[in-house]
Structures are given as C-alpha cells and as structure tokens.
C-alpha cells in the first residue's frame, strides 16, 4: 500500500475521501516536516523554556508537508492507500528564514520544494478544509510522535496563520479543545512498555523493535505518520494492560504542564483511557483516527 500525494489540483477530492473513510478509520496518524528551528532548546530546558522557543519556532517558520494515516482499532487501514501526503506551497527556501541543515534534509529526503512552491497547497486553505473534512465532528483519536511541533503546526494551520498562544498552559488547553481531549503522544507512550528504552527511542529505531514493516521514504510526513500509526497499534496490542492506565492529552516534553491541566478541579476536561475510545469507536462504526 502506498500514500497518495496531494497537490492544488487534487486537493479538495482527497479531503473529501479523508471525511468518507475516517468514519470507518477512527484512528489518525499526524506527522508534520518544516524547515527546522530557529532556535534549538537544549535538552534538559525547563518546560516554560521549551514552549517559548517552540512558539518562536512555529510562529516565525513555515510547514512543508503534512501525513496523515487513518487506521482502525484492528489496525486496518482504508484500501488501495491508507496515507495522505499533504504538499504545502507556503516555504520559499530563497527568501524565507530555515535552518541550513534542515534544508539540506528536506532535500536529501526527496522532498522537492520547488515543485511545492509551483503546485502545492496553501496551509491557510488547507486549514480551513481540515477544519470541517478532519476535525469537524466525530469521536476520533490522533497519534502523534514527539509531537508538540505537530500540535504547533496544526493549530496554526486551523487558526489561520495566527501565532501560538501565549503561555504553555493556554497552548494546552487550546489543544485540547482542538484534538478533543484525544491526542496520544507514541514516544510519551513508549516510557511505559517494557523493552522500549524508555521512551527514549527516534520514531525508526522504536518501529524496528516492535517490528513495524512500511514502504516509503523516511523524514516524509506520510511515511512517517503510517509508521507512528502502526506503532500506536501494535504498543497497544502488546501492552493494553499498561497502556490502559494511561490518559491522553500529554506531550513529550510537556509532561508536567499536560498533567496540570488535567488535574486542575476546574476544568471540565476528564481525559478517557485509550481503550474506552478504541472501544466506543468501534460501537458507533468508527469516527476516524495519527
């Protein structure tokens, strides 16, 4: 099974097939690719310090691409192409600001940003599609891996292009609002299934040791949501006692500040297990998903 690339010309009937097929495909796989960072945060960076240079980041830099990989419960995925690739048009690598390395590894992983800049789509346009094909109703999960960038990327696609929120917390929140309440972090996940290295693991070195087979191209964003989404499945299928204690809505990274939001007496947001949402998907004939 492969990905379908998706353009200008052929956007609009791809994200009508994405709001058919995620009734049946509850689960969606996100992965995004962008043109590197401005400023690097070192690793052991307070998590205050971390979203100030995400927000930096994401607000002052562009996305390139988007995947996104619909699964079911089972881990089945819609045939002949269960992925999609979404090709942005927004980055102009002669004018626009980019990290010289990520540049040189968007290119050395196939990705042609000029032929993006003649063809691809409006990550505003995009956005708003997104808004009513993708997040417009239905008890979906997303999956992500490491995923705060990702989160930071789709708000601003959904937003318009406004910056990122102001503070760790509101980001949070605006998050859960978006996602549902429904959003797992894969590498989040990984701290607590024995074997795993503790969550320490890139997405590749984590999917050769659950034995996870895809065909496609490495540091693409289609690929590498199929590969996070059939790493969700397969973690759970081997560890659903542990994984079950888990709740959703925390991002590597982030940890601290998610469970805060969640344990704060008023908020009215109470996170459900991911077997709960696995399972009530499948009564209701499966709303979606990375």
């Not at 962008?34 to 307070?46: D, E, Q, S, V």
């Not at 102001?166 to 972090?185: C, N, V």
């Not at 320490?200 to 996870?212: F, H, I, P, R, S």
């Not at 805060?260 to 499948?282: E, G, H, N, V, W």
């Amino acid at each position: 099974m492969g990905e379908v690339e998706v353009w200008e010309h052929n956007l609009l009937e791809q994200m009508e097939t994405i709001a058919v097929l995620r009734r049946s495909f509850p689960i969606v796989a996100i992965d995004t690719e962008f043109c590197g960072f401005l400023r690097n945060t070192p690793r052991y960076a307070p998590e205050e310090e971390k979203y100030e240079d995400l927000k930096y980041n994401v607000d002052n830099l562009r996305v390139v691409q988007l995947g996104i990989t619909l699964l079911d419960a089972s881990g089945n995925r819609p045939l002949p192409q269960p992925t999609w690739q979404i090709n942005f048009s927004d980055f102009d690598p002669e004018v626009d600001p980019c990290s010289p390395e990520a540049l040189r590894f968007l290119e050395n992983s196939g990705i042609d940003l000029q032929r993006h800049r003649r063809e691809g789509v409006s990550s505003i346009r995009c956005g708003a599609l997104l808004k009513e094909k993708l997040f417009g109703g239905g008890d979906c999960s997303f999956v992500t891996f490491h995923g705060a960038y990702d989160v930071g990327y789709l708000m601003k696609m959904l937003t318009g292009g406004r910056p990122l929120p102001e503070t760790l917390p509101e980001f949070i929140t605006t998050a859960r609002d978006i996602f549902g309440g429904r959003l797992y972090d894969v590498k989040y996940m990984a701290r607590f299934c024995h074997g795993l290295r503790g969550g320490q693991l890139g997405l590749m070195k984590l999917a050769d040791l659950l034995e996870v087979e895809a065909d496609g191209v490495a540091h693409q964003a289609g690929f590498d949501s199929l590969v996070t989404g059939l790493a969700f499945y397969e973690m759970h299928k081997r560890w659903a006692a542990v994984l079950d204690q888990l709740n959703s809505m925390i991002l590597y990274g982030f940890e601290n500040a998610c469970d805060m939001i969640k344990d704060d007496a008023s908020s009215p947001f109470r996170p459900r297990s991911i077997t709960k949402i696995i399972d009530q998907s499948l009564t209701i004939f499966y709303c979606m998903g990375i």
